[in-house]
């Protein structure tokens, strides 16, 4: 059973950075496209970032250019660099199968506050 650890949120301040990771339990980003997604209060889920098998990245608009998904398959690790944080990308962030999620994968998430 596949189980995805995210971690790297926290509180940081407008135009702050932060790096999240997602561990995976077993070497599956040779099998899936992986994505970061975020759900903000109030709101559904979203997928921001996604990267394929082969490395082709895509980003939601309000992330574009601020974020940068990326992957590291030896250690079975997919990474989202945050810059230039903004109060409205406060929310847990759960890493997922992409672009349809897998249920049975979602995780804890890690959440993200941005705020002065």
């Known amino acids: 059973q596949v189980q995805l650890v995210e971690s790297g949120g926290g509180l940081v301040q407008p135009g702050g950075s932060l790096r999240l990771s997602c561990a995976a339990s077993?070497?599956?980003?040779?099998?899936?496209?992986m994505g970061w997604y975020r759900q903000a209060p109030g709101t559904q889920r979203e997928l921001v970032a996604s990267i394929t098998r082969d490395g082709s990245t895509n980003y939601a608009d309000s992330v574009k250019g601020r974020f940068t998904i990326s992957g590291d398959n030896a250690k079975n690790t997919v990474y989202l660099q945050m810059t230039s944080l903004q109060p409205d990308d406060t929310g847990v962030y759960y890493c997922?199968?992409?672009?349809?999620?897998?249920?049975?994968?979602w995780g804890q998430g890690t959440q993200v506050i941005v705020s002065s």
């Open positions: 997922n199968a992409a672009p349809v999620a897998v249920s049975a994968w």
């Open positions: 077993g070497n599956i980003f040779r099998l899936y496209g």
